[in-house]
């Protein structure tokens, strides 16, 4: 777990937990505070705790105050300060690295839903004296767990799952595509099973996002532009898109890509871009067109529309073109990563009369590997073929609706490689996956 590995560094420094709202970073800070003998909570939101910051200068002033706010006794004990929604004061931010400098026995968290679209922009945060970690919607594993389907999850994990319960393991992965991994939704379809119930908490998750516009915004254009992408942006999912008048708007390129940008930052999508090449390092070409992804499939297929013709699907690639299938499985290759910088990408070839397009690729230390989002017979991956054609790679990846399965495929050239053909449920297993086949 991330968190232990930070708190167990006797050099850490404060660390900021980075996540686009509601995504559950209180709810996990809580329950990692169980591990402490002192649990310090402040929501800066609240004009008491955001007070003691605006009037002390000194850390050691602010842990006073804090103490006595909370009533509680200072003992030299391993104590954890949890400061949310910290983008409210500036002051709070800045005594983040008087924190690192002066009381290094102290551990320190901040959050805030906000605080990503403010950095170096209202707020100038302490370089080089705070750490970062991203947090994301529950992957498939976890919400196994909230679903009380424990044994599954530990096989899954293992990457040890029996063909015999695969159709099994495809319907709870169904339902998860259905759900999504939103927190507050995952805890509620696991209590009461009912997804049309679910329609008032995706309904509050997207007012959340609205009503922030004004401070995701840096002036009225771009407060428009964001609103026109909230409204109308997640039927594009996981299909490339282009800036100039998007969504049927009149809004100009460099309108609309401030705005997505801003939204990037927030954490709400991912404009995922292409590369041509077939080798490490992977250069993402920021000229060409990007791929829409949101942080999270559950709110699409709502705000899509999307949910009666998933409900109860046999093969999840037969829908909306593939393209749900193709967002949510990038959705679970980013779910255990708590990179803040980490990226998704995918592969084009733009040569004349011979366009292609493979929906990831994986970079590991020694090479790039594809990634196809597709079902049927091998000859449909045509995309694939032509990329391992280019590549001194001789693996590759497919997830599809069907157990595992392994072959050897040739080509024309007759150069061979191996397709490991994966069901969808193990798209988070993928860097267990590539250590088990020696691909690093």
Same mark, same amino acid.
């Given at each position: 777990m991330s =968190?232990? +590995?930070w708190a167990a560094n006797p050099k850490r420094k404060p660390l900021i937990l980075r996540g686009a709202r509601q995504v559950g970073k209180t709810t996990v800070i809580g329950e990692f505070a169980k591990e402490f003998d002192v649990f310090l909570h402040l929501? =800066? +939101?609240?004009?008491?705790d955001k007070d003691i910051f605006e009037a002390n200068d000194s850390p050691e002033d602010v842990l006073t105050a804090i103490y006595l706010l909370k009533n509680k006794e200072r003992k030299k004990v391993r104590t954890l300060l949890f400061i949310d929604e910290v983008q409210t004061s500036k002051k709070a931010v800045a005594l983040l690295r008087y924190f690192y400098e002066d009381m290094p026995e102290l551990y320190v968290i901040a959050a805030g839903s906000l605080l990503e679209t403010l950095i170096d922009v209202h707020i100038s945060f302490p370089v080089g004296r705070v750490e970062y970690l991203a947090l994301r919607p529950c992957s498939f594993s976890e919400f196994l767990g909230a679903i009380g389907e424990n044994q599954i999850k530990e096989k899954l994990l293992s990457a040890e799952l029996p063909e015999a319960i695969h159709s099994h393991v495809m319907k709870l992965f169904n339902e998860y595509v259905l759900v999504g991994g939103m927190p507050e939704v995952v805890a509620y379809y696991a209590e009461n099973r009912d997804i049309v119930? *679910?329609?008032?908490?995706?309904d509050t998750l997207l007012s959340g996002y609205r009503d922030d516009v004004e401070n995701y915004a840096g002036n009225k254009t771009e407060r428009n532009v964001i609103r026109h992408i909230l409204k109308n942006g997640w039927r594009y999912a996981g299909q490339r898109i282009k800036f100039e008048c998007f969504g049927e708007s009149n809004y100009k390129s460099r309108e609309v890509g401030e705005a997505f940008r801003t939204l990037e930052k927030a954490m709400v999508l991912e404009l995922c871009y292409p590369t041509v090449s077939t080798a490490v390092p992977l250069s993402p070409d920021f000229k060409k067109?990007?791929?829409?992804?949101? *942080?999270?499939s559950g709110i699409v297929n709502y705000v899509a529309k999307n949910q009666l013709e998933l409900f109860g699907t046999q093969d999840i690639s037969e829908h909306w073109k593939g393209k749900i299938a193709e967002h949510i499985v990038?959705? +679970?290759l980013l779910s255990h990563n708590d990179s803040v910088l980490a990226q998704r990408n995918f592969w084009v070839r733009d040569a004349k009369n011979s366009q292609a397009e493979l929906d990831f690729v994986i970079q590991t230390e020694q090479q790039l590997v594809p990634v196809e989002v597709k079902s049927g017979h091998n000859s449909k991956i045509k995309s694939m073929h032509l990329f391992m054609e280019q590549s001194h790679n001789n693996f590759a990846i497919r997830f599809w609706n069907n157990p595992m399965q392994k072959d050897i495929i040739e080509l024309s050239s007759g150069k061979k490689y191996i397709l490991l053909s994966l069901p969808f449920y193990y798209a988070e297993m993928i860097d267990n996956i590539l250590k088990i086949n020696s691909i690093t």
């Amino acid at each position: 777990m991330s =968190l232990r +590995e930070w708190a167990a560094n006797p050099k850490r420094k404060p660390l900021i937990l980075r996540g686009a709202r509601q995504v559950g970073k209180t709810t996990v800070i809580g329950e990692f505070a169980k591990e402490f003998d002192v649990f310090l909570h402040l929501n =800066l +939101e609240r004009k008491k705790d955001k007070d003691i910051f605006e009037a002390n200068d000194s850390p050691e002033d602010v842990l006073t105050a804090i103490y006595l706010l909370k009533n509680k006794e200072r003992k030299k004990v391993r104590t954890l300060l949890f400061i949310d929604e910290v983008q409210t004061s500036k002051k709070a931010v800045a005594l983040l690295r008087y924190f690192y400098e002066d009381m290094p026995e102290l551990y320190v968290i901040a959050a805030g839903s906000l605080l990503e679209t403010l950095i170096d922009v209202h707020i100038s945060f302490p370089v080089g004296r705070v750490e970062y970690l991203a947090l994301r919607p529950c992957s498939f594993s976890e919400f196994l767990g909230a679903i009380g389907e424990n044994q599954i999850k530990e096989k899954l994990l293992s990457a040890e799952l029996p063909e015999a319960i695969h159709s099994h393991v495809m319907k709870l992965f169904n339902e998860y595509v259905l759900v999504g991994g939103m927190p507050e939704v995952v805890a509620y379809y696991a209590e009461n099973r009912d997804i049309v119930a *679910l329609r008032k908490i995706y309904d509050t998750l997207l007012s959340g996002y609205r009503d922030d516009v004004e401070n995701y915004a840096g002036n009225k254009t771009e407060r428009n532009v964001i609103r026109h992408i909230l409204k109308n942006g997640w039927r594009y999912a996981g299909q490339r898109i282009k800036f100039e008048c998007f969504g049927e708007s009149n809004y100009k390129s460099r309108e609309v890509g401030e705005a997505f940008r801003t939204l990037e930052k927030a954490m709400v999508l991912e404009l995922c871009y292409p590369t041509v090449s077939t080798a490490v390092p992977l250069s993402p070409d920021f000229k060409k067109s990007p791929k829409l992804l949101w *942080l999270d499939s559950g709110i699409v297929n709502y705000v899509a529309k999307n949910q009666l013709e998933l409900f109860g699907t046999q093969d999840i690639s037969e829908h909306w073109k593939g393209k749900i299938a193709e967002h949510i499985v990038g959705q +679970e290759l980013l779910s255990h990563n708590d990179s803040v910088l980490a990226q998704r990408n995918f592969w084009v070839r733009d040569a004349k009369n011979s366009q292609a397009e493979l929906d990831f690729v994986i970079q590991t230390e020694q090479q790039l590997v594809p990634v196809e989002v597709k079902s049927g017979h091998n000859s449909k991956i045509k995309s694939m073929h032509l990329f391992m054609e280019q590549s001194h790679n001789n693996f590759a990846i497919r997830f599809w609706n069907n157990p595992m399965q392994k072959d050897i495929i040739e080509l024309s050239s007759g150069k061979k490689y191996i397709l490991l053909s994966l069901p969808f449920y193990y798209a988070e297993m993928i860097d267990n996956i590539l250590k088990i086949n020696s691909i690093t």
